[in-house]
């Protein structure tokens, strides 16, 4: 497990000096870098199906060069839960492939056991999308279970966009694969100047596994 950590982690920095070269070798590539910031505030964090706390900050920091783009993540929850990710994704069309590492303040961030590496997979196909996502880490930690998977597909439509997810692991409350996450989600922007408005996600989620319904808004900033 410490070799499997450690090659990630070579991999994340190969990666990001790799972004880093790339970029400061001529003004014409640092003119198509992207760096975005934003944040946005949730009245439940729900993921996947398991609602993990209340009101929740969430910002977030990227930078994309073409279809590469390295990012963190974080979820600040008025109760105190936290949760701070990196990933790093490519994307080619219709394909994407990334890798994420899951972080929960407490223990030392370089610990071994305190991240869970995800690799994340999607494809989609007009209004239709599908996603696997598997972690690395063969034994618990990090709130994972070992070696969990999950499996999602959505349809985006011009009335809603809705999804069905299923998983195993920690997914599930026995651990075995089944159906955690069934939702309906729409989006609208609220209008406050004729140059400014603030987008605005309302979403219906229920676990089929935990018979837990939640239903929540967002806004982004």
Request: no cysteine.
């Amino acid at each position: 497990m410490k070799l499997l950590i450690n090659n990630i982690t070579k991999l994340f920095s190969v990666l990001v000096l790799t972004l880093l070269i790339s970029v400061s070798g001529s003004k014409e590539a640092a003119a198509q870098v992207e760096v975005s910031t934003g944040m946005d505030l949730y009245s439940t964090y729900v993921w996947r199906g398991v609602a993990y706390s209340g009101p929740s900050w969430q910002p977030y920091v990227d930078l994309a060069v073409g279809g590469l783009t390295i990012g963190a993540w974080g979820s600040q929850g008025y109760d105190g839960f936290q949760e701070m990710d990196l990933y790093i994704s490519y994307s080619l069309g219709d394909l994407s492939a990334g890798l994420t590492s899951y972080y929960y303040p407490g223990s030392n961030w370089t610990e071994e056991g305190s991240q869970a590496y995800e690799v994340n997979l999607g494809y989609s196909l007009g209004s239709i999308s599908i996603g696997a996502n598997y972690i690395l880490n063969e034994a618990a930690g990090a709130g994972s279970a070992g070696e969990d998977m999950y499996f999602e597909l959505g349809y985006s439509g011009s009335a809603a966009d809705i999804f069905i997810g299923a998983g195993d692991g920690w997914h599930s409350s026995t651990t075995d694969f089944g159906l955690v996450n069934i939702g309906v989600t729409k989006s609208k922007d609220i209008i406050i100047t004729e140059s400014f408005s603030i987008p605005l996600t309302g979403a219906v989620i229920y676990n089929p596994d935990s018979e837990q319904l939640y239903i929540l808004a967002g806004i982004s900033l």
